[in-house]
Structure formats: structure tokens, C-alpha cells
């Protein structure tokens, strides 16, 4: 935000990331949610899903939160009530730190971090501490057993992520974001630039890792026995209501936005379109309406990773918990590894 | 052991329906082996069959019956052969009570108890059932479980037990399956009242009144009055 | 007293040689959960006491009794016509098929028989209870696995099955259309011809659910090889319907007994899977919807005209006399022991239900399972709580 940093004053500067922030985790979470899961999951299933709040129902979400913040905040007798109110926020948190590196043009970024993907990697494992915390503090057997799956669930698959994330960095050569969203609009495929190189080509196999681990670090299914609502009824999640509940709802669909917007950094060019048709060849070179159009490309991208995402959660039955241990550490990890090798290999050689 | 969709198959062609000779073998193996234990036997021919067992043989009859085929469990239940002291509830409360035979009549294959168990066994290779009754004396409600024949009856005993007060000896859990495990008495022995049938007579019992004189002749002319014995309808 | 497969018994010995090492170490304690009777995988208000080590259920105790509503009892002052309103509540998806094996007592006793129309159209609307009770646990199965797609696809096409019996009946859940020697009336007309085409709808369904579950890797892993009942263990417990016939054996009671109903009239075929485990059990299941239809097809094709009343007095008393009469109903076998004393109500009605009996495998089955087998299993034994506790 040069242009912009130096007319505005601190606190400007800080308010407008606060109100950027919000507006990158909360904007994709509600549109998430209504077209995907209101609407797209109803077309899916033969109905027409929310029709009568607003025209064609898109006041429905507005209806749904008034109704979450209206309801009692209620805690268990026997929980351990500071921390089971704390829960839903270390969650929610979580999601607002991940989304502070990810850049949505070439100045419009809330902090450049030069280790940023080690970073938002690190910071994205925050929530399995409040989701932990979360069925611990509820006093309830299902919300244990919730709590204790997601735990497990989302460490097995923290390491394929990892991994999967190697071999970007391997080929972009840094871990900021920006520079490997610069690396894929600048690089070339075997000497044609034309696309750029996003590294969904090159590194297809860590794609494919990488959104199977975000289906499980999001926990929606097949990979959802955290909350699997027909054997634990809601998991981690069913002690709680009202507004707090609103917020591990909020932080489910903005987490799955903005692993979204990582994965399309990661694997499909970022907010960048390849340089080489406008001429620029470098960061510096790329002119400001980027700043206005590259959110827009981050948005659509996301929302098409995002249609990936919600369309597997609403076919597929879940695993039963054995059976994802044994696919993260069986097929995942080695493949993982294995492109790991592949890729450093012909880093060497090209 | 998982086969694939294709290679699934009936495992037995279907064998004839049976007829009255397999149920007269059943009979005779059953003498054979119970010997004075076979009480009574009633055939309906191309029906049903039903034995009664003394008490004394009532798991040996389930044993036997068992290695003879009759491996399929179906139900052990119970019947309290005493009239309701109640009528069917179909009295006026208002008016005296109405004197009712108090006489026990036993079903097929006869009885001398009130109570008699009834059990139900299937051969599935040769379609064949066998009704099992066996008399308990009403100062010594017990019979032998059948747990250790057919795991199955498990749950059939606790039943009986919370609903006739029928007792299982080798059973090994009769609690209540449905009751409160205070709860007294035994709702379907006929001496039990159906108490919301005392306070207030069900409204639907006005369906079976005699039907107006002019409707009734309408329609007595089709019908066929030889179905009920005493012949007392329109 | 229970017979553990080699399979069960070998990993359930390896379960405990495990925890007792760990219990050296780490003095593990055990943790009771209690699924139900408000849960949503028990369809109603089964209850499910488990004992836990971990996720692994060392027992588990199913505890009924929360919808007892008493048929037995109410029977006995009921006269015979009435006590069809009530036992049409007991399998409440496939409600008109509870009403025939006890009007086909009643029938036995009085030895009257329904016209062949009657038959014709009992055992039309028989297999359509089928499949709208079959068509709704097809779709169930997804959701007890976290697939919520295929139940939607469920109810949407049970409606039309549903529309159908109330075209005939005048009721969806509840017809009441049984009388002791016939019908209450004839087939509407256009019935026939809906019913033709709604045959092919609900064969396209199955397709889409085979597709869309059957073929799901996912599905095949958690339902292949769990919950294996043997043939042996599930004569004794007395299972009966697909669970019976996934087991291996081969026992259908439309072929395997002569009622006054038009099985026998028409070709269909038995279906039966040799692994006894959950996948069997559905996929049993899917191919008797598929024959179902088959089923109603043929029968449309060779109704015969006629009454579908026979003559019957207007009052109606049943000789003194015990029959007992049993039908292969969506569930599995549904039999009522009817004992009559000449009056105009039965003396005692020992009901029969099958998930009675179905249910009274799964302490057995669910040794040494993990928890989300317990959904698994108890969804493919496939138990109306109305069916247990009558």
C-alpha cells in the first residue's frame, strides 16, 4: 500500500487493514455459504433450497445470523466455562491470522512476511487448539470424542499439507508468498511463458496433496468425524449456541475461503495474471489497477477451489477415523515425499 | 470372504411347499425323544402344527427340535388362558358389573394351567414351523430358558418375564425391557386392568351395536350368515 | 452363550492384549457413552449403552421401551376390524403390510378367502409399502455416513410411491384399507398406469443410489467385512428379511409358504449374499426394491377382474380357534399368533415384529467394533423403533 501509505495516517492505516481483514474472511464465508450451501447443495439434492427471505433468498444469511445472535449464550453446568467461551474465538482467530499474509495484489497485502507460507502453515494449526479446547471444556463424552478426532485428524494431515507446500517452495526458491505468486506469473513451462507457470501443472501432485489435507484441516467430509452429526452428533460443536456456535460456523466457511486463497497463491498464479501478456517483469513493473482487479481474480479463484471443496463434502460418505489415519500416513505422506524428491531432483537438472 | 456383485447366488433352490408327511415326522421324532414329555399334539392339515411339552422337557424339546432342523428362533411369548375379569372394557361403568365365566379354556392342543408358554420354531431348508406350548402352574411360574439353545431368546424371556411374570431358570439378565424396574404387576395377564379402558369405555365400541333395521336388510341379503356360530348378527 | 467369528475373536483378543499392555503403563479407564434415545442415528428413541476403551465398544446394550405403546394389550378389547388401525402404526414406513398377516389370520380362522382381485391388489400394495419403506432406508444409509445427497433423492422419490398408496387408499402412512375378506374398495382408475410408470422411476432410483453409494469406495470401506452376523448366529437370534438372507440363507417367506396372496402368481428372484456383513445387508436390500417392482409389474399386467370384497357377515365373529400367520414385510418377518375365543375381538395377539428379533443381535455384533461402526451396523440391520417396542 505505498501510494496509498504515505497520504494516510497510522491510524487510517491500521483501520483500513482491520476493515480489509474482515472483509477477506467474512465476505467469502458468506458467500460460501449461500451459494454453496444454501444453494448449490439444494440444487443438488432436487430442491430449491432458502426461497422466501430477499429475492431468491440471498437475505437468508442475514436472517440466519440475526437468529444465531438473538439466541441464549449457554454453557454447560459442569463446563469449564472460561475456557469453553474462549473456544470459538482461538478458532476464529486463527482464520484472521491466516489470511494476514496472503497478498491480494502487489500492494495489497496486510504484511509482507518473507517466511510467509511457514507462517500461515504454522498459524493455521492455532484452531485445532480451540477445537481441542472446545470438547474438553464442554464436560460432554461426544464432544470429547469430537475433540480428540479433530486432534488427531488435523495433525495426521498437517504433515502431507506441509509437504505438499515443499515442493512449491522448492520450485518458487522462496516461502514469501508474493515472490511465488511473482515466480509462477513470470516462469515459463519448458521455455513458453504464455500461462505463466502456475504450479498446478507443475506441481499437480501437490495440488491434489494439498486440497485433500485442506479438506480434512477444514474437517468437512469424507473427513468430517469430528463433527460426524449422525455418531457424534455435532462433535466438538454441540454444547454450543447462539452466537458462539455463529462463530465456529463463521470460522468453518471463512477457514475454508481463506485455505482457498492459499491454495490458489500456492498452485494457480495467485492475484496475478502472467506478466508477459502486459509487458511487466517484475513486481515493481506491474501497474496499480492490479490492486483493484487482483482481489477479484483471488475471489474467483477461491471460489472455484472452494466449489471443489463443497461439491466433495455434499457426495461423499466419511471415513471412519482408522481409515483416514491410514491414508494420511500410507498413501499421502510417501506421495508426498516422493514428489519432494521429484521435484528437487529436476529443480537440479532444468 | 468379500465376494464381488456378480458372483452372488441363491444359495438352496427352492424345495416344494411342505406338506402334512414332514409335519407327522416332526410328531413321531418328537415322541421318540420326549417320550412321556409330549403331552399333546394338534395338526391342521396343510396349516400349522403345535405340540405341548411338559415342563420338565421344555429345553430338551428346544434342543431336539433344534439339531432336527429347527434352527431358525422366531418368538417365545406366553398366553394367560384366564377370561378377563374385565370384559372388553365395553361396559357402561355406570351400571353393576356384569357376572363373567371365570372358566379357563384352553387352546390347541389342550392344557391344564392358566398360563402356558408359547414358543415358535422354523426349519428354513424345508419351510416347515412348529408351534411350542408347554403348561406353568400358577404357584411356580418358572420354566427352563432357552439361552443357552437359541441366543436369540434373550430378549424374548426378559419380555415374557416383565409382561406374564413367568420366570426363566439359567436365564442369565431378567431385567425390565420396557417397564421401570419398580413397576408392579404384569400388564398382559388378563387380570391386570387397562385402566384408561375402565375410567371412560372406548368411543369406538359404538361400531359394533346393531346396525338400523332398514340398513340391516339391505344388506342381509348377501351376506353369509354361516360364519358365526351363534348367528346372533341382523 | 455367543459364537464370535474367528475374524471378531482374533481382534478382539489383539484389542485386549493391547489395552492390557497399555494399562501397565498408562492405567487407561474405560468410558461409558450413551447413544440415544435422543441421537440422531437411532431414528426414534432406540437407546445404545456402550461400554468405550478408546473408540473400541467393549460391550454395548441396547435398551428399548421408550415408544412401548401396549398393541398386545390393546388388542384384547378391540374387535377384529378395529385392531388394523392400530397395528398399521407398528412398521410405520410400510404400514399396509403389518395389516395383511393379521387379516389373513383373521381370514384362516374364519376359512373365508378374498376374491383374486383382493389378493391381486393386497399384494400390489404390499410390495409398494416395500419400497417406500426400503427406498427411505436407501437413501438413510448416506446420511448415518455423512453423505446427505442421496437421502434427498429418497424422499423425493418415496413420494411417488407414496402418492400412489394414497391414490389406492386413500391414506400415505396410515391406510387402513385391509378388511377381513377383501378391500375396502377397488383401484382407482389411471391407477394401473401410474403405478407402470412410477415402477420405472423407482428403478432409475435404485440405479442412482447403486451409483451414487454402492459404487463409493468410501461406502464399500466402511461397510464391507464390518458387522459380519454367520448364518448360524443369525438363525439363532432369529433375524429374518435381508439381514437374514445377506447371512447366506436362503429363506423367503412370499416363496417359501403358500398364503392366499398372489406371490406364487409371479417370477422373481430371491436375493441372497454370502458375507453377512453391512454391505450385504443393503445391497440385499436394493436388489429387493429392484425385484419389487418387478414385482408390482407383473402383477398389474395379470389382475383379474372380479369383487375385491368376499362375503363376509356384517358383524363379524371369529370361530374359537389359533392361527398364526406370517408375511415377509419390508422388515423381515412379521407374524401375528392370533388366538380367538368366538367373540368379536381376539383373546390374546402375540405380534411378532421383525426388528424385535433384529435388534437383539447387536450386543453380539457390536463387540469390539469402533464407534462409527456402531452407526453402520445399526443403520444397515435397518430397525423401526415402532417395530421393536409395539
Known amino acids: 500500500m505505498y501510494s496509498l501509505a504515505i497520504e494516510i495516517p497510522y491510524w487510517g492505516q491500521s483501520l483500513l487493514r482491520v476493515l480489509g481483514g474482515l472483509v477477506a474472511v467474512l465476505l467469502p464465508a458468506g458467500t460460501i455459504v449461500y451459494v454453496f450451501l444454501f444453494k448449490m447443495m439444494s440444487f443438488m439434492q432436487s430442491r430449491l433450497g432458502p426461497m422466501e427471505a430477499g429475492p431468491y433468498g440471498s437475505l437468508q444469511l442475514i436472517a440466519e445470523v440475526g437468529k444465531w445472535l438473538q439466541k441464549e449464550d449457554i454453557a454447560p453446568e459442569k463446563a469449564d466455562v472460561r475456557i469453553f467461551k474462549m473456544a470459538p474465538i482461538i478458532v476464529l482467530l486463527s482464520t484472521f491470522l491466516l489470511v494476514v499474509v496472503v497478498p491480494f495484489g502487489p500492494d495489497a497485502y496486510f504484511t509482507d512476511f518473507s517466511v510467509g507460507i511457514f507462517y500461515a502453515l504454522a498459524v493455521g494449526s492455532v484452531s485445532v487448539i480451540g477445537i481441542l479446547v472446545a470438547g474438553w471444556a464442554s464436560a460432554n463424552k461426544y464432544s470429547l470424542l469430537g475433540g480428540l478426532r479433530a486432534a488427531g485428524q488435523l495433525i495426521a494431515y498437517e504433515l502431507p499439507m506441509v509437504l505438499a507446500v515443499v515442493g512449491v517452495v522448492i520450485q518458487a526458491g522462496s516461502m514469501n508468498l508474493q515472490d511465488i505468486v511473482v515466480a509462477q506469473n513470470t516462469g515459463q513451462i519448458f521455455g513458453w511463458g504464455g500461462l505463466g507457470n502456475p504450479y498446478v501443472i507443475t506441481q499437480f501432485v501437490g495440488f491434489v496433496i494439498f486440497m485433500i489435507a485442506v479438506q480434512a484441516e477444514l474437517t468437512q467430509a469424507p473427513f468430517d468425524m469430528p463433527i460426524a452429526e449422525s455418531e457424534l452428533v455435532s462433535g466438538y460443536m454441540t454444547e454450543y449456541s447462539g452466537f458462539r456456535f455463529l462463530m465456529f460456523f463463521i470460522g468453518e466457511f471463512a477457514t475454508a475461503g481463506v485455505f482457498a486463497f492459499i491454495a490458489s497463491v500456492l498452485f494457480l498464479g495467485g492475484w496475478g495474471v502472467p506478466f508477459g501478456w502486459f509487458g511487466w517483469e517484475s513486481l515493481d513493473q506491474v501497474s496499480n489497477w492490479m490492486n483493484i482487479g487482483g482481489p477479484l481474480i483471488m475471489f474467483t479463484k477461491m471460489m472455484v477451489l472452494t466449489f471443489i471443496i463443497m461439491w466433495v463434502r455434499f457426495s461423499y460418505p466419511r471415513f471412519r477415523e482408522d481409515q483416514l489415519q491410514r491414508f494420511a500416513w500410507k498413501v499421502l505422506i510417501p506421495v508426498s515425499l516422493a514428489n519432494i524428491v521429484v521435484t528437487a531432483i529436476l529443480k537440479v537438472a532444468f | ?234 | 452363550m455367543t459364537v464370535l467369528s474367528d475374524r471378531q475373536q482374533l481382534s478382539y483378543i489383539a484389542a485386549q492384549a493391547a489395552d492390557a499392555r497399555l494399562n501397565v503403563e498408562l492405567e487407561t479407564e474405560g468410558m461409558t457413552l450413551n447413544i440415544g434415545p435422543q441421537h440422531p442415528a437411532t431414528h426414534g428413541t432406540l437407546r445404545i449403552i456402550a461400554r468405550l476403551d478408546g473408540e473400541q465398544v467393549v460391550w454395548a446394550e441396547p435398551g428399548c421401551g421408550y415408544m412401548h405403546r401396549g398393541y398386545e394389550k390393546l388388542t384384547e378389547v378391540r374387535t377384529f376390524p378395529q385392531v388394523t388401525s392400530l397395528i398399521n402404526r407398528i412398521d410405520w414406513l410400510g404400514s399396509f403390510a403389518n395389516e395383511v398377516p393379521f387379516i389373513l389370520a383373521a381370514e384362516q380362522l374364519m376359512e373365508i378367502e378374498a376374491p383374486p382381485r383382493a389378493q391381486w391388489i393386497r399384494t400390489i400394495l404390499f410390495e409398494l409399502s416395500r419400497i417406500a419403506n426400503v427406498s427411505l432406508f436407501l437413501g438413510d444409509l448416506g446420511v448415518q455416513m455423512g453423505a446427505i445427497t442421496p437421502v434427498f433423492l429418497a424422499f423425493r422419490d418415496r413420494e411417488y410411491v407414496l402418492n400412489l398408496i394414497e391414490g389406492a387408499t386413500g391414506g400415505r402412512f396410515h391406510p387402513n384399507f385391509d378388511r377381513i375378506g377383501g378391500l375396502k374398495e377397488d383401484l382407482p382408475a389411471g391407477w394401473v398406469a401410474e403405478t407402470r410408470q412410477v415402477m420405472r422411476k423407482m428403478r432409475q432410483f435404485c440405479d442412482e443410489i447403486e451409483d451414487l453409494l454402492f459404487g463409493n469406495e468410501i461406502f464399500q470401506s466402511r461397510m464391507r467385512g464390518i458387522g459380519v452376523i454367520p448364518a448360524d448366529v443369525a438363525r439363532q437370534y432369529g433375524l429374518t428379511g435381508a439381514n437374514l438372507r445377506a447371512s447366506g440363507v436362503d429363506w423367503d417367506l412370499r416363496r417359501d409358504q403358500s398364503l392366499p396372496m398372489a406371490w406364487d402368481k409371479v417370477d422373481f428372484k430371491v436375493w441372497t449374499h454370502p458375507d453377512g456383513d453391512s454391505f450385504a445387508r443393503c445391497w440385499v436390500r436394493l436388489q429387493e426394491t429392484r425385484e419389487a417392482t418387478k414385482i408390482v409389474e407383473q402383477l398389474l399386467d395379470t389382475m383379474p377382474a372380479g369383487p375385491v370384497m368376499a362375503k363376509v357377515p356384517r358383524i363379524i365373529k371369529v370361530p374359537e380357534g389359533e392361527a398364526w400367520v406370517s408375511t415377509e414385510n419390508p422388515l423381515g418377518e412379521m407374524g401375528y399368533y392370533v388366538v380367538s375365543k368366538g367373540d368379536l375381538g381376539p383373546f390374546r395377539v402375540k405380534i411378532r415384529s421383525a426388528s424385535f428379533n433384529n435388534i437383539s443381535v447387536v450386543p453380539w455384533v457390536l463387540k469390539g467394533v469402533y464407534v462409527p461402526d456402531i452407526i453402520t451396523i445399526l443403520a444397515s440391520l435397518y430397525f423401526i423403533l415402532g417395530d421393536i417396542d409395539r
Open chain 2, 1 to 234: 470372504m468379500v465376494v464381488p456383485l456378480s458372483e452372488t447366488t441363491d444359495t438352496a433352490p427352492p424345495v416344494a411347499l411342505p406338506g402334512d408327511g414332514l409335519r407327522e415326522q416332526v410328531i413321531d421324532l418328537l415322541r421318540s425323544e420326549l417320550g412321556e414329555g409330549l403331552v399333546d399334539t394338534h395338526l391342521i392339515p396343510q396349516t400349522d402344527l403345535w405340540v405341548r411339552v411338559d415342563r420338565s422337557v421344555w429345553r430338551r424339546t428346544a434342543e431336539v427340535l433344534r439339531s432336527a432342523g429347527f434352527d431358525h428362533f422366531c418368538f417365545i411369548s406366553a398366553i394367560d388362558w384366564l377370561p378377563s375379569p374385565f370384559g372388553r372394557g365395553e361396559d357402561d361403568p355406570s351400571d353393576p358389573p356384569p357376572e363373567r365365566s371365570t372358566e379357563i379354556v384352553q387352546g390347541y392342543a389342550g392344557g391344564e394351567t392358566r398360563f402356558q408358554m408359547l414358543a415358535r420354531l422354523t426349519d428354513t431348508n424345508r419351510h416347515l414351523g412348529v408351534n411350542i406350548k408347554c403348561d406353568v402352574p400358577t404357584e411356580d411360574v418358572v420354566v427352563d430358558s432357552w439361552v443357552q439353545v437359541f441366543a436369540g431368546a434373550n430378549w424374548h424371556e426378559r419380555e415374557t418375564h416383565e409382561m406374564f411374570g413367568i420366570g426363566f431358570a439359567g436365564h442369565p439378565d431378567l431385567r425390565n425391557m420396557y417397564l421401570p424396574g419398580d413397576f408392579e404387576g404384569y400388564p398382559l395377564r388378563k387380570d391386570f386392568p387397562l385402566l384408561a379402558r375402565m375410567v371412560k369405555p372406548w368411543p369406538g365400541i359404538v361400531d359394533v351395536e346393531p346396525m338400523p333395521v332398514a340398513d340391516a336388510d339391505e344388506t342381509s341379503s348377501d351376506e353369509t350368515p354361516a360364519v358365526t356360530p351363534d348367528g346372533d348378527q341382523s
